[in-house]
């Protein structure tokens, strides 16, 4: 037998009427809005709820639809710069100097990895001094350099003593370098700061230089 259960009614509470004075006045009625034929009715399933994969990204009035498919959404805004660069390959004494002539005439750096094919810690570490070469393209230039390609003499000229090395030269001269004996992405940080710190003096010696020539002419 099922028992009912006992009703409780709570009380019932009567609330003034609100003075007329006070009531919002009525809105005027508008006409039933309609859409042309050409309107949303009209539109495709997937012109109407575009897909969740899309990403909309809205800067300075214009947006831009990323992953879409079809015509409408064509207007895209990319970065041209590459995620990743081919090291540039030396086999021989007269390419190594061609590539320290090139850098001196221009005054600016160039980065040599010295490797062996066979060797895993450059396996490990190639793809990500290739990210970094192109984090730097165009200012610096990096080479790959096999040491069972090039002379022996040019590794003893170079004073290689381990591999994988990364040396950074500047003015025909080695001016710093790192072992790659430990983990890749610990090496490509070392590097990268060998490379800022380069940078900054190569900044800081300018400015020095062009305050000497300010400072003779203008006495």
């Not at 028992?3 to 009614?9: D, F, I, M, N, S």
């Not at 061609?98 to 570490?125: F, K, P, S, T």
């Not at 970094?132 to 022996?152: E, K, S, T």
């Not at 940080?189 to 190569?202: A, C, F, G, P, W």
Request: hydrophobic fraction near 40%; aromatic fraction near 10%.
């Amino acid at each position: 037998m099922v028992k009912a259960l006992p009703l409780h009614l709570g009380s019932v509470k009567i609330f003034p009427k609100f003075d007329s004075s006070y009531d919002l006045p009525s809105l005027p009625l508008l006409p039933p809005a309609r859409l042309p034929a050409y309107g949303f009715n009209k539109l495709s399933l997937s012109r109407k709820f575009p897909p969740l994969s899309q990403k909309v990204y809205v800067t300075d009035e214009k947006v831009s639809l990323l992953g879409a498919r079809t015509q409408e959404s064509s207007l895209q805004f990319r970065d041209e710069s590459p995620v990743s660069m081919e090291l540039q390959s030396i086999s021989s004494e007269l390419e190594f100097d061609q590539a320290i002539a090139d850098a001196e005439e221009h005054n600016g750096l160039v980065i040599l990895v010295w490797m062996a094919n066979w060797c895993r810690n450059y396996i490990y570490l190639i793809p990500q001094l290739e990210r970094l070469a192109a984090d730097y393209y165009p200012r610096l230039q990096f080479y790959c350099i096999d040491v069972n390609m090039v002379p022996h003499k040019l590794v003893v000229r170079v004073g290689l003593a381990k591999m994988p090395a990364i040396q950074l030269w500047k003015d025909g001269k080695k001016q710093d370098e790192v072992i790659g004996l430990y983990k890749a992405y610990l090496v490509v940080n070392d590097v990268q700061k060998m490379i800022e710190r380069e940078l900054t003096d190569s900044k800081i010696h300018n400015a020095r230089i062009m305050n000497k020539k300010l400072m003779l002419n203008i006495s």
